[in-house]
C-alpha cells in the first residue's frame, strides 16, 4: 500500500516495489517477507498453468514456509465473510475499469517484473 502512496498505481508495480524494498531490507523479516510473498505469487501462477511442477515444487519446499504459508492461509480465512466477498468483487470491478483487463488477476504479474529483472541481470535465461 505504501507504493501505491508513493504513485505506483498499478498492482503489479506496486507489488514489485515493495518486493524490492523488502529485500534490500537491513531488516531480515522484511527480507524474509519479500521472498516469502513472490514465492506465493510465482506458486499461485504455477498451479494455473502446470499442477505437476507445482506438486513437486511443493515437496522440495522447506516445510517452515508452508507453515507460514498454512497460518498466513488460517490468519486472512477468519476474515473470509460475505462482504469480504463482495468487497473483492468490487475491488475487481474497479480494476476492469481502471484498464486493468486482469483486475485482481493483475497481482500475480508481479512475477513478470521479477523474471523480467532476472533475465536482464542474466540469473536466468
Not at 514465492?39 to 515437496?59: C, G, H, N, P, V
Request: with cysteine; proline share 1%; charged share 20%.
Amino acid at each position: 500500500e505504501m507504493a501505491h502512496q508513493r504513485g505506483f498505481a498499478r498492482e503489479d508495480e506496486a507489488n514489485y516495489i515493495a518486493y524490492l524494498a523488502c529485500i534490500h531490507s537491513d531488516n531480515p523479516l522484511f527480507v524474509y517477507s519479500g521472498y516469502y510473498t513472490a514465492f506465493t505469487y510465482a506458486m499461485d501462477q504455477l498451479y494455473l498453468y502446470d499442477q505437476k511442477s507445482w506438486r513437486e515444487i511443493s515437496t522440495a519446499t522447506a516445510s517452515g514456509i508452508w507453515l507460514d504459508s498454512l497460518e498466513e492461509n488460517n490468519f486472512w480465512q477468519q476474515y473470509q465473510t460475505v462482504s469480504s466477498e463482495f468487497t473483492g468483487s468490487v475491488n475487481d470491478t474497479y480494476l476492469t475499469v481502471m484498464d486493468v483487463d486482469d483486475g485482481v488477476h493483475s497481482y500475480g504479474r508481479m512475477i513478470d517484473l521479477i523474471l523480467a529483472e532476472e533475465k536482464q541481470k542474466g540469473t536466468i535465461q
